[in-house]
């Protein structure tokens, strides 16, 4: 007799709970335990951890987490999938679960009442339709995070830990690179899920730093100028910074990108973060 796979647990909670995968909420369920047991190695999980699982689904993955983790808080949107959970963990007393949505919780206060100081670990195979929104949410808000091991649409990945100079290269790799470390793990394909996406994808690891890369003197405009930079990718730099929202002329800016010995035909796509902070603090400088 074959063995019983992840893929039949899957069809037996679903078809028990009546559950029907959900296209609204992303939902697409890990059915291959080797990518499984990758994802769990990269998070470095262990008894000491705090974990915060965003999307467990029917708690395949958060059953993992539990064994090896210290305590893990779950946060689920789908009120369908909360009693095929609750009976799935009931096993488990070093698991809590929330029923809402990710990006409308004050995520900082959360982690404070549940891990008090100590730094959580975020672990998520995100729901495909808010990947960005819901990893800027853990990145900008400031939280106690020491990783964010997290499954990804694959074009999402290499966007995310692009150097300068390609096409995946922009605001998302800037954005997550400034306050993370990037490396992705694995590259996943479609059949390591149930249903199966139109995408393959890849699990990647985030190292919070736990100082900026880079010194700034406005955070809000070094990233101002990195979205006009990029806002028209084929532009020079100095046409896609002119007429911005920055308010600039183009002697100006001709004379800014010169003081940073940054070529004014260059392309965003070409600049390195150290470059782009040079160049919006002497606009800071500028503007002051
Ligand atoms: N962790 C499960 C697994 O690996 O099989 C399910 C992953 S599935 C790709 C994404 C999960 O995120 C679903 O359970 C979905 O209902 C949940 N989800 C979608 N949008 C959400 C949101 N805004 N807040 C919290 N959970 C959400």
Not at 9 to 18: E, H, L, S, Y
Not at 56 to 71: H, N
Request: proline content about 3%.
């Amino acid at each position: 007799m074959r063995d019983y796979t992840l893929a039949d647990a899957t069809r037996d909670a679903m078809k028990k709970f009546d559950i029907r995968a959900s296209k609204k909420y992303g939902q697409n369920f890990l059915i291959d335990p080797g990518v499984l047991g990758k994802i769990l190695e990269v998070s470095a999980i262990d008894k000491d951890s705090m974990v915060l699982e965003i999307g467990p689904g029917l708690g395949t993955m958060t059953k993992q987490l539990c064994e090896r983790a210290g305590k893990v808080l779950a946060i689920e949107i789908d009120k369908d999938l909360i009693k095929a959970l609750s009976i799935n963990m009931s096993g488990y007393d070093n698991f809590k679960l929330i029923n809402d949505d990710v990006l409308r919780l004050d995520l900082k206060s959360l982690l404070k009442e549940n891990f008090g100081d100590i730094k959580a670990r975020v672990v998520a195979n995100l729901p495909y339709y808010i990947t960005s929104p819901i990893i800027m949410k853990l990145l900008e808000e400031g939280l106690n995070l020491s990783s964010i091991t997290i499954m990804v649409q694959k074009e999402v990945a290499q966007r995310i830990a692009a150097a300068p100079g390609g096409k995946d290269y922009g605001v998302l790799s800037l954005s997550v690179q400034y306050y993370a470390i990037p490396e992705i793990a694995a590259i996943v394909p479609a059949e390591a899920f149930m249903p199966m996406p139109g995408v393959d994808s890849a699990v990647v690891n985030l190292k919070i730093r736990q100082e900026a890369p880079v010194a700034l003197e406005d955070e809000a405009l070094f990233f101002r100028v990195i979205k006009a930079a990029f806002a028209q990718r084929r532009k020079t730099l100095l046409n896609a910074l002119y007429g911005s929202g920055l308010n600039l002329e183009k002697s100006w800016i001709e004379e800014l990108l010169k003081s940073c010995d940054i070529d004014a035909k260059r392309r965003g796509e070409t600049l390195s973060m150290n470059e782009f902070a040079a160049l919006s603090n002497k606009i800071w400088l500028f503007l002051k």
